[in-house]
């Protein structure tokens, strides 16, 4: 497993569109494991593929307070969107920044997983909103598109502030 560096905002490659995984290969297999250690080491709950320059449809998302639910999500597609939430959001690629983001409360989605089997998962809250913000990325799209008005700057010297900050996706 490797640390990979994170693309940040500014980088042409988080705009564009990502392709689908073709093939589960060994690369699939060690970019997945790459792109969890990646996503811990930042304390993020979730990443993209595009975000460590990859342009494959694949994210890894694990809002579990103890990062001890790791999934992993290829050529993920959203079935159901259900209800509101607004609330704060950021970014691995947006280091630093916090916005207000409108998302449905619940969704369904379904994707292929590492064994190659097709899945469904449905998700509230947080895990929903992971879900619309990682998804959101292999089109290109970064949460600033989508944010109510501007993003804030939020210290990230402050530990105390950091822990009341939203978790960064
Ligand atoms: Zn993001």
Known sequence: MALRNIRLEGD???RKTSKPVK???DRIRTLAEDMLET???ANGVGLAAPQVGILKRMVTID?????????VMINPVILERDGEQTGPEGCLSLPGLQGTV???SHVKAEYTDLDGNRCTVEGDDLLARCICHELDHLDG????DVAEGPLVQVSASDDEKE????EEE
Do not use: N
Request: hydrophobic share 30%.
């Open 12 to 14: 042409p490659l988080l």
């Open 23 to 25: 093939e589960i290969t």
């Open 39 to 41: 996503m811990y080491d």
């Open 63 to 71: 809002v579990s307070e103890d990062g001890t639910e790791p999934m």
């Open 102 to 104: 409108t998302r449905p």
């Open 141 to 144: 799209v970064l949460y600033r």
């Open 163 to 166: 822990e009341e900050e939203a």
